[in-house]
């Protein structure tokens, strides 16, 4: 992690965050998800839709950006991937924040909201593929997905070598919903890629995993509509 100096101006906009934050504050909520397992260092139960109406309020700061991921209150990390800067993010950020999170909510906004944005999306996704830690597959996944969605530019072998990670992470039953909402994004993107997606399908039924298996066999079924099959035609 870069070690940037403080300034002013960026304490001022810190301070100013910090208190919207706490006037939108929603206890409700805030019980509601620690019920549900959802644990945060501190969560005021703002909603995401408040949230970027505060970071609109704001120009885009890394040094910003790195002073409210620091802070660790759930409203702060989120406005951090909202107003970063994707030009000024680093491999080593990218990688102490993803293994430092602990909710499925915060890998999908860092996701959705920053990572795919900046130059090393790729090679990121495709190594947190590859990764110990559960919600660092998590996020590889999810990233590559996002990337199907959003990155116009990308071509199509630039997402080949998701596919046979894909083999391996479909053993574990705890990725199935982000890997198969991944592998419909990829199999909508282009007709290439739909024949790469049936192919995967049809090789995890190969698998030596039963858990693959029935993965496969579902998502074959669900890649079989003609819903997919008939926009390339």
Same mark, same amino acid.
């Given at each position: 992690m870069d070690f940037l100096l403080d300034n002013g101006d960026t304490e001022n906009e810190f301070q100013q965050i910090l208190k919207r934050i706490k006037l939108r504050k929603n206890g409700d909520v805030s019980r509601t998800m620690k019920a549900h397992g959802i644990q945060y260092k501190l969560n005021w139960g703002v909603s995401v839709v408040e949230l970027r109406e505060i970071a609109r309020s704001f120009n885009p700061s890394h040094l910003l950006a790195l002073k409210l991921w620091n802070k660790q209150w759930r409203e702060t990390m989120i406005l951090a991937t909202l107003l970063d800067e994707p030009d000024e993010v680093t491999e080593e950020q990218m990688d102490f924040w993803t293994k430092s999170v602990e909710s499925v909510e915060m890998v999908e906004q860092a996701s959705a909201n920053l990572w795919w944005k900046t130059r090393f999306a790729f090679v990121k996704a495709l190594e947190w593929c590859r990764?110990?830690?559960? !919600?660092?597959? @998590?996020?590889?996944?999810? $990233?590559?997905?996002?990337?199907? !969605?959003?990155?116009?530019?990308?071509?199509?072998?630039?997402?080949?070598? @998701? @596919? #046979? #990670?894909? $083999? %391996?992470?479909?053993?574990?039953?705890? !990725?199935?919903?982000? $890997?198969?909402? %991944? /592998? /419909?994004? !990829?199999?909508?993107?282009?007709?290439?890629?739909?024949?790469? %997606? /049936?192919?995967?399908?049809?090789?995890?039924?190969?698998?030596?995993?039963?858990?693959?298996?029935?993965?496969?066999?579902? $998502?074959?079924?669900?890649?079989?509509?003609?819903? @997919?099959? #008939?926009?390339?035609?």
């Open positions: 990764g110990k830690k559960h !919600l660092v597959r @998590f996020t590889g996944i999810h $990233l590559a997905g996002r990337l199907a !969605l959003t990155d116009k530019n990308a071509i199509d072998e630039m997402f080949e070598p @998701f @596919f #046979e #990670e894909f $083999l %391996t992470l479909a053993k574990d039953a705890k !990725l199935h919903t982000v $890997l198969r909402r %991944t /592998i /419909i994004a !990829l199999g909508n993107r282009s007709e290439m890629l739909y024949r790469q %997606t /049936i192919e995967l399908s049809k090789n995890l039924q190969l698998s030596d995993s039963e858990t693959a298996i029935r993965f496969g066999e579902s $998502l074959f079924e669900e890649l079989s509509d003609p819903i @997919f099959s #008939e926009q390339f035609d």
